[in-house]
Nanobody, 121 residues
Framework: VQLQASGGGLVQAGGSLRLSCAAS????????MGWFRQAPGKERDFVAA????????YYVDSVKGRFTISRDNAKNTVYLQMSSLNAEDTAVYYC???????????????WGKGTQVTVSS
């Protein structure tokens, strides 16, 4: 599975962005999809995930109520709608795919190239 993330950019604090991740080369609907982010000097951290079959969504506490993950199986695309952005959201955002659920430390076999999100204060 190949993943291509896009949609990053520079936004002012309080603004919004929508990230997209297009998948190819596999059966998209067979994978759970997630978003991770890595800020400068920090580890890559989980942000959100969506289950392929149930559509259940999961978020890290810091983005609950501000970010929404969704997927369109017909378009082989997962989205991350981000609003009320603040400086702490500045990071490189990566989309990811795995056949099982996402949990802390779960191996992730498929990563997209990151897309930079910069929030100016």
């Amino acid at each position: 599975v190949q993943l291509q993330a896009s949609g990053g950019g520079l936004v002012q604090a309080g603004g919004s962005l929508r990230l997209s991740c297009a998948a190819s080369g596999g059966t998209f609907s067979a994978y759970n999809m997630g978003w991770f982010r890595q800020a400068p000097g920090k580890e890559r951290d989980f942000v959100a995930a969506v289950n392929w079959s149930s559509g259940s969504t999961y978020y890290v506490d810091s983005v609950k109520g501000r970010f929404t993950i969704s997927r369109d199986n017909a378009k082989n695309t997962v989205y991350l709608q981000m609003s009320s952005l603040n400086a702490e959201d500045t990071a490189v955002y990566y989309c990811a795919a795995r056949s099982g659920i996402f949990y802390r430390g779960a191996p992730v076999p498929y990563w997209g190239k990151g897309t930079q999100v910069t929030v100016s204060s």
